[in-house]
């Protein structure tokens, strides 16, 4: 296969993903918006996590939020707790690598937060330990999946929401997952500055 042609499954690839995630999740989306958006107004905030690519979507949230997607307007509630190097590694060094997230959510979580994990793979330890704690803290979760929802997707509550994109591709599925990102984030934008 020449280059250009793998350049071209790429795009068009990507490019199916992306309209099986619109006409799949669409609703599913602009319901996490507003799950999100119903979390800001009730003085709560927004914490993010995911691993390697997919804490890198996690922060775009957080930084979307702290600062602005689009446009100028105040700051909004949202730490990524995937940022503190410091703590994470001492976490990791001290107990396991497993507790980096669960164990910042046990610290800085409140009741009526809302965590966002994102994650592309099967096996993440440390989003279902996460989860777990956000379960015991009475913090709902959005969950960015992908594949079959791995060990992630069993876990959720029926209150919680799983946005899985179709795809087995962990590429793709965190592609989408950073276009989904930018929907959540016009989208609650919107809702409460208008527009």
Wanted: charge should be negative; charged fraction near 15%; hydrophobic fraction near 40%.
């Amino acid at each position: 296969m020449s280059l250009q042609n793998r350049i071209i499954n790429h795009f068009e690839n990507s490019s199916l993903v992306q309209q099986n995630t619109l006409v799949n999740l669409g609703e599913l989306i602009e319901f996490a918006s507003q799950r999100l958006v119903a979390t800001l107004l009730n003085d709560k905030k927004i914490m993010t996590c995911g691993n390697g690519r997919s804490a890198a979507v996690a922060q775009l949230l957080s930084s979307a939020m702290l600062n602005q997607h689009e446009r100028d307007r105040p700051s909004l509630p949202a730490i990524a707790l995937t940022t503190d190097t410091t703590a994470i590694t001492a976490i990791a060094n001290d107990y396991h690598f497993d507790d980096v997230f669960a164990k910042q959510l046990r610290a800085l979580g409140q009741g009526g937060d809302i965590l966002v994990a994102y994650t592309d793979g099967i096996n993440s330890t440390n989003i279902a330990k996460a989860i777990a704690t956000a379960h015991d803290k009475d913090i709902p979760v959005i969950a960015l999946t992908g594949n079959n929802g791995g060990m992630i997707a069993p876990l959720l509550y029926d209150n919680d929401i799983e946005i899985r994109v179709p795809s087995n591709s962990s590429i793709h599925i965190q592609e989408v997952h950073i276009m989904i990102t930018n929907c959540l984030c016009d989208l609650i934008d919107h809702q409460l500055f208008g527009g």
